[in-house]
Structures are given as C-alpha cells and as structure tokens.
C-alpha cells in the first residue's frame, strides 16, 4: 500500500493539474511525478504511448535520436501494419523511414540511417531535431493518434526540465 500525503496548491494549478491528468486519464499525482521527473508511469494509463514516454525505460534514452528512435520502435511494434503502410507511402524524394539502408542512402549517398531497435525498417538520422519531430507527429497521424497524444509524444524529444515543463503547461491551456 502507498502512502499519501495532502498538499494544498492554488486554484490555478490544481485546475492544471487537472487538466494535464484528464488527457491521458492520469491521476494529479502521476502528472506531478512526470513534471518532478520522478522515473514511473501509471501501469493503468488509458493511453499506452503516453505511459510509455513517462516510463523508466524511454527517460533512460540519453540522446534525442535515442528517444527518437525508441518512439518509432515502440509505434512499429505495437501498430506494425500502419507503420509499414506509412513507411510504403513516402512518395517524396528524401525518406525519412525505409526497409533498408540502401533506400534510406539512394536519395543521398550523405545521409546516415540506423536500424529502429526490434525491426527491419531504417531512419534517416542526420535531421534537426524540429524535423524529428514534425516527421514523428507525421507518422502518429497517420497511424490514428489524438493531437494531444502526438504533442505530448513529440515534445519528449528535444525537450530539458524547465523547456518540458513548460510544454507540458502550454498543452493543458
């Protein structure tokens, strides 16, 4: 059994609190938890990706391209039809995402690809990390995310304590 504590907080950020816990049908505490960067998730969490992000395992991704690369092997695992659909769809010059090496390389033999952990697809890997982001929002689109998924999803990379935070505010407004 946990132990609780009572707190008291003003009106306006229990109405945050709330409003960050009703999206991901999280509890004010495991909100707080995640803004504390206190390494759990909510094994309950409604909404898996979410869960995923806050859990241990993607807060010990060290780099963005890590984390960037985590996401797409979780998204490939769980939704390996929609992802390999997605992957199909590219139909502009540079891909983001291939079936190999070689495809990532035949648009620019400068590009850098690394194998997305536990499958067969590849990711090009010398984009910014806005671009990580925007193809990554691309990809959970496509594949059926709510908006509010796919920012709390994309704000994961790229993003420090203070700057998170602050993101994580400017979704529950």
Not at 122 to 139: G, P, Q
């Amino acid at each position: 059994m946990r132990h609780v504590k009572n707190i008291e907080v003003s009106d306006d950020v229990y109405t945050v609190l709330q409003q960050l816990a009703t999206g991901f049908h999280r509890t004010p505490d495991d909100v707080l938890a995640s803004l504390l960067e206190i390494p759990r998730a909510s094994p309950e969490a409604a909404e898996p990706l979410a869960a995923f992000v806050l859990s241990a395992e993607f807060r010990a991704k060290f780099t963005d391209a890590d984390k960037y690369l985590g996401i797409l092997a979780w998204v490939a695992e769980r939704h390996a039809a929609e992802f390999g659909e997605f992957i199909l769809s590219q139909t502009s010059g540079r891909r983001y995402l291939s079936r190999s090496r070689e495809e990532i390389l035949e648009t620019c033999r400068h590009n850098q690809a690394r194998q997305i952990d536990g499958t067969q697809y590849w990711a090009i890997m010398n984009i910014d990390t806005a671009t990580e982001r925007r193809f990554l929002a691309r990809v959970l689109e496509f594949i059926g995310y709510r908006d509010a998924v796919i920012e709390f999803t994309c704000s994961a990379i790229g993003m420090k304590g203070a700057a998170r935070r602050e993101r994580l505010r400017a979704l529950a407004a």
